[in-house]
């Protein structure tokens, strides 16, 4: 069973930094591209950043631009978030995506990706 899981979420004070892990069972991650999306309430789901499967080529929506940044490791079978600078803004919950595709691209835009994750609360507050 294909099964994305994310952790690492929680409360933090304006500044301050988290790091997402989106953990895969059931497959191998080598194989897929991956994006991280974000829900704030009432809002609509918004591609936050991806990865390639190959290559390692990155996108990040302009608001987290220079603050967030994406990695793999392809050994762990797990993708990261790292967050810092973190802003009131940025509190959503979380979510991890993966679609299967060899490729030096990836995509940003939720209709792109086959499996998700449950999802991981993060609140930026004072």
């Known amino acids: 069973q294909l099964q994305l899981v994310e952790s690492g979420g929680g409360l933090v004070q304006p500044g301050g930094s988290l790091r997402l892990s989106c953990a895969a069972s059931g497959f191998t991650l080598d194989y897929y591209a991956i994006g991280w999306f974000r829900q704030a309430p009432g809002k609509g789901r918004e591609g936050v950043s991806c990865i390639s499967s190959r290559g390692g080529s990155t996108k990040y929506a302009d608001s987290v631009k220079g603050r967030f940044t994406i990695s793999r490791d392809n050994a762990e079978n797990t993708v990261y978030l790292q967050m810092n600078s973190l802003k009131p803004e940025d509190t959503a919950d979380y979510y991890c995506?993966?679609?299967?595709?060899?490729?030096?691209?990836?995509?940003?835009?939720?209709?792109?990706?086959?499996?998700w994750g449950q999802g991981t609360q993060v609140t930026v507050s004072s």
């Open positions: 995506a993966a679609v299967p595709r060899l490729a030096y691209v990836c995509s940003r835009d939720t209709n792109d990706y086959n499996y």
